[in-house]
């Protein structure tokens, strides 16, 4: 039986000098290359938008809000190079990993407080609560893991797409 430190190595975040290190770059994770994840955004962004003007042709909203579902469409991107790319990215140069990756996960959870105009007091505060404690840490363990923010984009439309499976 292997020691338990051992049998999650592969989980440990790689020793990498933050200061010298971008996660704007697209970069080879694990066996996945880097051009196949630049594929998968331009995929799942395109997916994305034939998923929204089809929802939005039949109802009028897109992901159960009206309008054309702009903010739907760019937001794994722009709160991915928000959260992930500058705030995660710069606590990380001058604190702990476990510390930045709380910080920038709370704000994440914290800036979804704008669906307070489309959404209940109950959906409102699970969605927060989602996004700071459970997609923020896992976006940004994956972000860091990979030394690149673009899986966290490609987790972040898959996140977004789930909308049309329920």
Known sequence: MPAPRRRFSRFLLPEVDWAEESLYEFKGFGRIPAS???T???GLFVATVLLT???YKAHG???GFPGPGFNVL???IYEELIFRGWILGSLVRKRSVRFSILISSFLFGLVHIRNIYWLDFEPLFGKMIFAGLIFGPIA???TLRARSLWPAVILHYLNNLTFYLR
Do not use: C
Request: glycine share 6%; no cysteine; net charge negative.
């Open 40 to 42: 998968s955004v331009v």
């Open 140 to 142: 940004g363990y994956l």
């Open 74 to 76: 760019i937001a794994p």
């Open 36 to 38: 196949i994840q630049a």
């Open 53 to 55: 003007h089809s929802e």
């Open 61 to 63: 909203t897109a992901f």
